[in-house]
T-cell receptor, first 117, second 109 residues
Framework: DADVTQTPRNRITKTGKRIMLECSQTKGHDRMYWYRQDPGLGLRLIYYSFDVKDINKGEISDGYSVSRQAQAKFSLSLESAIPNQTALYFC????????????????FGEGSRLTVL | AQRVTQPEKLLSVFKGAPVELKCNYSYSGSPELFWYVQYSRQRLQLLLR??SRESIKGFTADLNKGETSFHLKKPFAQEEDSAMYYC???????????FGTGTRLKVLA
């Protein structure tokens, strides 16, 4: 089945370390998103990309950077991790140009749990 | 400001009881509204979208533009409905989604 895959699934790191979370998808979707999930705060958008050359900041992009290496790959980096970046990170995709009418649905990966000590 | 509000962090009901998860939104245009569900140890997945006006797993949600609400309802809760539920909004003409803070539903035996 076409899927959205995130690696690593769990990571513990120390303050100041550089961390990369990777997302790959076999859905053939153009649009990819990185969200952060915190208890009581829901999902907040970090970055989104509409294609390889189009990357946009979300509501909480400070302290993060992204790279869209190919249509299928969208990586999230924390250049110098800090404890308040401890969270569950989700990658998602959508495809308004697919066959048939677009449902507006987002397809999520399983999440990457990051702990910064 | 664009916002999705889910006032309840936790909702506990007994099996067979009716369920209503509240969602209110603030948006100046014509949004699309969605409900996503996250079962234990599973990824977020779409449950309902207002455009389709469908019933999924016994859940329904009606968009009330006057009250700017999109409450999720089910007449008889089942234990397998226990999960985290997120209301989300997509602004017309955009591909950005705004999520609420989520409501954890616990259905008690």
């Amino acid at each position: 089945d076409a899927d959205v895959t995130q690696t690593p699934r769990n990571r513990i790191t120390k303050t100041g370390k550089r961390i990369m979370l990777e997302c790959s998808q076999t859905k053939g979707h153009d649009r990819m998103y990185w969200y952060r999930q915190d208890p009581g705060l829901g999902l907040r958008l970090i970055y989104y990309s509409f294609d390889v050359k189009d990357i946009n900041k979300g509501e909480i992009s400070d302290g993060y950077s992204v790279s869209r290496q190919a249509q299928a790959k969208f990586s999230l980096s924390l250049e110098s991790a800090i404890p308040n970046q401890t969270a569950l990170y989700f990658c998602a995709t959508s495809d308004p140009h697919g066959q048939g009418s677009w449902t507006g649905e987002l397809f999520f990966g399983e999440g990457s749990r990051l702990t910064v000590l | 400001a664009q916002r999705v509000t889910q006032p309840e962090k936790l909702l506990s009901v007994f099996k067979g009881a009716p369920v209503e998860l509240k969602c209110n939104y603030s948006y100046s245009g014509s949004p699309e509204l969605f409900w996503y569900v996250q079962y234990s140890r599973q990824r977020l997945q779409l449950l309902l979208r207002h455009i389709s006006r469908e019933s999924i797993k016994g859940f329904t949600a009606d968009l009330n533009k006057g009250e700017t609400s999109f409450h999720l309802k089910k007449p008889f809760a089942q234990e397998e409905d226990s999960a985290m539920y997120y209301c989300a909004l997509r602004g017309s003409g955009t591909y950005k989604y705004i999520f609420g803070t989520g409501t954890r539903l616990k259905v008690l035996a």
